[in-house]
């Protein structure tokens, strides 16, 4: 059972470089979601879908975006990576409104 | 916009002792959920408890429990028989029940405690 699956775990990129973190889940989730972690400043959630096609903005949106093509899957695209975008990103996946969310194992991501 | 706070930014027990991580959160909201969640060096994130703004009784999970104070906004972590495993960051985080109405999705943080155990 894989649970939620994020690639790469480790990225480099230069500065205007784009890049897109895949995330998939394989337990049939409805709910996603991306997160960044930052030092200090707990996980701030970037954007969520609540669904195949419905996605949402979270707290910290600029710069990133995603779409929900299909029920597994829901990557988050950065279109002109900046230094500030320098760090650890999350997918989370839930069955329903409220419950658990369940987490990969993360994406260290450095913008030179 | 809901907020969480944790004031610990680091806290430090003896193995076998108990010790208690503080949460609280700013709502006005009457329906959520509340979570714990541990994050070992692996940066795994993995679910330690969970509570239900509706439910009076607070919840437990062997030697995990909380002590959730609707009125007050608190929701603090009891770790019982500190174990070296035990040695992590924590999150606190709110998750709204408004989505099921329409509203937003999403875990709201709180900054961590990171919890020290020693030998």
């Known amino acids: 059972n894989a649970g939620v699956t994020q690639t790469p775990k480790f990225q480099v990129l230069k500065t205007g470089q784009s890049m897109t973190l895949q995330c998939a889940q394989d337990?049939?989730?409805?709910?996603m979601s991306w997160y960044r972690q930052d030092p200090g400043m707990g996980l701030r959630l970037i954007h969520y879908?609540?669904?195949?096609?419905?996605?949402d903005q979270g707290e910290v949106p600029n710069g990133y975006n995603v779409s929900r093509s299909t029920t597994e899957d829901f990557p988050l695209r950065l279109l002109s990576a900046a230094p500030s975008q320098t760090s650890v990103y999350f997918c989370?996946?839930?069955?329903?409104?409220?419950?658990?969310?369940?987490f990969g194992q993360g994406t260290r991501l450095t913008v030179v | 916009a809901q907020t969480v706070t944790q004031s610990q930014p680091e806290m430090s027990v003896q193995e076998a002792e108990t010790v208690t991580l503080s949460c609280t959160y700013d709502?006005?909201?009457?329906?959520?959920?509340l979570f714990w969640y541990k994050q070992p060096p692996s940066r795994q994130m993995i679910l330690v408890i969970r509570?239900?703004?509706?439910?009076?009784q607070n919840a437990t999970e062997n030697r995990f429990s909380v002590n959730f104070q609707k009125a007050a906004k608190s929701f603090s972590l009891k770790i019982s028989d500190s174990q070296l495993g035990d040695a992590a960051m924590y999150f606190c985080?709110?998750?709204?029940?408004?989505?099921?109405?329409?509203?937003?999705?999403?875990?709201?943080f709180g900054k961590g405690t990171h919890l020290i155990i020693q030998p």
């Open positions: 709502t006005s909201e009457s329906d959520y959920y």
């Open positions: 509570q239900e703004a509706y439910k009076q």
């Open positions: 985080a709110y998750r709204s029940a408004f989505l099921l109405r329409g509203g937003a999705d999403g875990l709201t």
């Open positions: 337990m049939n989730h409805e709910y």
């Open positions: 989370a996946s839930s069955d329903r409104a409220g419950a658990e969310a369940f």
């Open positions: 879908s609540v669904g195949a096609g419905i996605t």
